[in-house]
């Protein structure tokens, strides 16, 4: 039987000032608390990475309840599937869409992702498999990694890995169109679809946008 001794944080308090709830609660805005306090009504929704290295929040300098946020390994958003398979991703982007009505959706992914790397160094076949979560994974963005491989052959595997890391966040947005209530508050105007992708090691982000109407690769959706 699982024991809950005390509601203490696992970090040092001291060393960690900064991310203690004490600190958040100190702040001399009490107002920002007491609006917190009465519900969410975030702007963005932000699809990421769980690396460590790369928090959404920190990197556009968002603060608390300015973004629903959802991170998974490589930022990925596997297709609609009537088949209600349970997802974590389609029912935190269903919840964010309908319930919260975020006027933003946004897929970040970063350099050196180790989602994407293991996505690239994956064999048709199947014949070097790693691991027994992962790998099923990563197979949603599949589609990317064959692209990159199609049409840079002859590049570096590290240019390759930089190349599919953009290409997965585009798959990822695809993704998203598939689910019927993402292209329903986009039609009305409600909803945008953003892209980016943030380069830790020198410190630049790029970003880009999703235009519905410039979209032929829905025709498959409707």
Known sequence: MLRIQNLCFWWNPYTKQ??????????????????????????????ACCDSRVDPCTVLNLGPGEAFVLRNIG??????????????????????????????????GHSQCGAVRALMGMEDDGSNAFSEFIEDWVLISKGASKKVKDMHRSSPFEEQCTSCEKEV????????LSYPFVRQRMASGELTLHGGYY???????????????????LDKFQ
């Open 18 to 47: 900064s991310l203690t709830l004490n600190n958040f609660l100190s702040r001399k805005d009490q107002t920002l608390v007491k609006t917190l306090a009465e519900g969410q009504q975030p702007p963005y929704m932000i699809i």
């Open 75 to 108: 930022n990925m958003v596997p297709p609609y599937s009537s088949e209600k398979a349970c997802s974590s991703a389609a029912s935190a982007m269903e919840f964010a869409v309908l319930f919260l009505k975020v006027k933003h959706l946004v897929v970040i």
């Open 169 to 176: 966040i585009n798959t990822s947005l695809l993704n998203c």
């Open 199 to 217: 380069d830790f090691i020198n410190n630049q982000f790029e970003s880009w946008d999703v235009d519905l109407s410039c979209t032929s690769s």
